[in-house]
């Protein structure tokens, strides 16, 4: 068995330099290049036989160890079980290591206006729509699952608020004014994964939501259902935001 099995995106010319590969040739050495990913579960249901996952909604998060020092091009490797038997290493370890690296990479939300502008895209004037990731927006789709980052999320906005998946990278976060439908976010969501998004970067073709008052995630179209049916406050939270949560949430970046 040789490392270049557990490369998809190896590339198609030859075999990957040794400096690359040296990376996996110990555990100890790998450690330090294993973050975590989230995807879409049913579209990679096959290969999640092969490695280990953990649950987040009805998505998966799966490990890779980065082989590059370029995060945006550089090649990866998948941690599947047979990657972990060859580096001698128990499933509990791989997770723990992959967190404490992933979350060293801050979340960040900047208003998607200002991250348009900066990547010399048409100016859109104000939008409600913000995008949350990482500093480098590589494989920062990741951030939602951080610990409190969608409760300090609803604290910016002072409000409910709902996450639209738009690849692998990022989401898109909207805070909800009561007037949304989780229906139309949804087909909206769809319609720009099939037309825009690399079948292999798509995270969920649906929207999904966070309560402040639960500090709970769930799919949009469950919670509308349950506020409809009066079973849930709309729309505000007692998430403790000051009056001046709106001002903060469009400075050009937020840590959290």
Same mark, same amino acid.
């Given at each position: #068995?040789?490392?270049?099995?557990?490369? &998809?995106?190896?590339?198609?010319?030859?075999?990957?330099?040794?400096?690359?590969?040296? =990376?996996?040739? $110990?555990?100890?050495?790998?450690?330090?290049?294993? +973050?975590?990913?989230?995807?879409?579960?049913?579209?990679?249901?096959?290969?999640?036989?092969?490695?280990?996952?953990?649950?987040?909604?009805?998505?998966?998060?799966? @490990?890779?160890?980065?082989?590059?020092?370029?995060?945006?091009?550089?090649?990866?490797?998948?941690?599947? @079980?047979?990657?972990?038997?060859?580096?001698?290493?128990?499933?509990?370890?791989?997770?723990?290591?992959?967190?404490? /690296?992933?979350?060293?990479?801050?979340?960040?939300?900047?208003?998607?206006?200002?991250?348009?502008?900066?990547?010399?895209? &048409?100016? @859109?004037?104000?939008?409600?729509?913000?995008?949350?990731?990482?500093?480098? #927006?590589? /494989?920062?789709?990741?951030?939602?699952?951080? &610990?409190?980052?969608?409760?300090?999320?609803?604290?910016?906005?002072?409000?409910? +608020?709902?996450?639209?998946?738009?690849?692998?990278?990022?989401?898109?976060?909207?805070?909800?004014? *009561?007037?949304?439908?989780?229906? #139309?976010?949804?087909?909206?969501?769809?319609?720009? %994964?099939?037309?825009?998004?690399?079948?292999?970067?798509?995270?969920?073709?649906?929207?999904?939501? @966070?309560?402040?008052?639960?500090?709970?995630? $769930?799919?949009?179209?469950?919670?509308?259902? =349950?506020? %409809?049916?009066?079973?849930?406050?709309?729309?505000?939270?007692?998430?403790?935001? *000051?009056?001046?949560?709106? %001002?903060?949430?469009?400075?050009?970046?937020?840590?959290?």
């Amino acid at each position: #068995m040789t490392f270049q099995e557990f490369l &998809p995106h190896a590339p198609k010319t030859g075999p990957l330099p040794d400096f690359m590969l040296h =990376r996996l040739a $110990s555990y100890e050495e790998a450690k330090k290049y294993i +973050f975590c990913q989230m995807v879409n579960k049913e579209r990679h249901r096959d290969s999640l036989k092969e490695r280990p996952y953990e649950d987040w909604q009805d998505l998966a998060i799966t @490990y890779y160890c980065e082989l590059g020092d370029d995060r945006a091009f550089g090649a990866a490797a998948r941690m599947t @079980y047979a990657l972990l038997d060859q580096l001698g290493v128990p499933e509990e370890t791989l997770r723990a290591d992959a967190w404490e /690296n992933t979350l060293q990479r801050e979340a960040v939300i900047r208003p998607l206006s200002c991250v348009l502008e900066a990547m010399g895209g &048409p100016g @859109y004037g104000e939008s409600p729509l913000y995008l949350l990731s990482n500093r480098e #927006m590589v /494989n920062g789709a990741i951030a939602a699952a951080y &610990p409190d980052t969608c409760q300090k999320a609803g604290a910016l906005f002072g409000r409910n +608020f709902f996450l639209l998946p738009s690849s692998i990278h990022e989401f898109l976060l909207l805070p909800d004014d *009561g007037d949304m439908d989780a229906r #139309m976010l949804d087909q909206m969501i769809a319609a720009i %994964n099939e037309s825009h998004v690399r079948p292999q970067e798509v995270l969920a073709d649906h929207a999904y939501y @966070y309560d402040g008052r639960t500090r709970a995630v $769930s799919l949009a179209s469950r919670y509308q259902k =349950r506020r %409809n049916g009066g079973d849930e406050a709309q729309g505000r939270t007692d998430v403790g935001a *000051g009056d001046d949560a709106g %001002n903060r949430c469009r400075t050009p970046e937020m840590m959290l």
